[in-house]
């Protein structure tokens, strides 16, 4: 089967840190189009993508290591996830503080949450404007202090590609899945 399409390249900070996963299954929550399913399954990774439409990834449905899962995750409804574990979280221009929990415990031993999302300060350039849909000064080292081990990490205003506020994570699970 050939490779998936590029379209929308997949963000830097998902490509830089990408080499550091371990082997085994990604999940892009919120996954949208699919620009990081597409990501990795071009470099033969086997991904499970999460969103409420996945009109975006029906395309990759015929990959045999491609799960697409349709889910509101903002409705209170349970983690349709279940106790799965996964090499790497990847989380993209999203943001619904109560699946934080569910998001942290989706990373399996040893494997990476990558997440990257609008910050304060963005309401100066447009949408989101909401401080519900901002994370706050330091909030993803707080979300990962005492469990993970921060690789990298960034709270910063942006020009290019475009201006923006954004705040940015990359951080191992360090607590075995038992302690978890």
């Known amino acids: 089967m050939a490779a ?9 900070w998902v ?15 919120a996954c949208g189009k699919g620009r990081h399913s597409r990501f990795f399954l071009k ?3 086997a991904v499970t993508a999460v ?6 990834v029906a395309d990759l449905l015929p990959y045999p290591v491609f799960e697409a899962i349709a889910a509101d995750l903002e409705t209170g409804a349970p983690w349709p996830l279940g106790g799965r574990r996964f090499a790497a979280v990847v989380v993209t221009n999203y943001l619904h503080r109560p699946l934080f929990p569910s998001l942290l415990a989706a990373v399996a031993t040893g494997g990476l949450l990558i997440y990257e999302t609008f910050a304060a300060g ?9 401080p519900e ?18 690789l990298a990490y960034e709270d910063m205003e942006q020009a290019m590609p475009y201006p923006a506020c954004f705040q940015r994570i ?11």
């Open 4 to 12: 998936p399409d590029a379209r929308e390249p997949a963000s830097p």
């Open 15 to 29: 490509q830089r840190f990408a080499p550091l996963i371990p082997p085994g299954p990604i999940l892009d929550l």
């Open 43 to 45: 470099a033969g990774r």
């Open 51 to 56: 969103d409420i439409d996945l009109a975006g």
């Open 122 to 130: 963005n309401e100066r350039f447009g949408r989101p404007q909401n």
């Open 133 to 150: 849909f901002l994370l706050q000064r330091g909030e993803l080292l707080d979300l990962t202090r005492g469990r993970f081990r921060v």
């Open 170 to 180: 990359v951080a191992v699970n360090s607590l075995s899945s038992a302690a978890a």
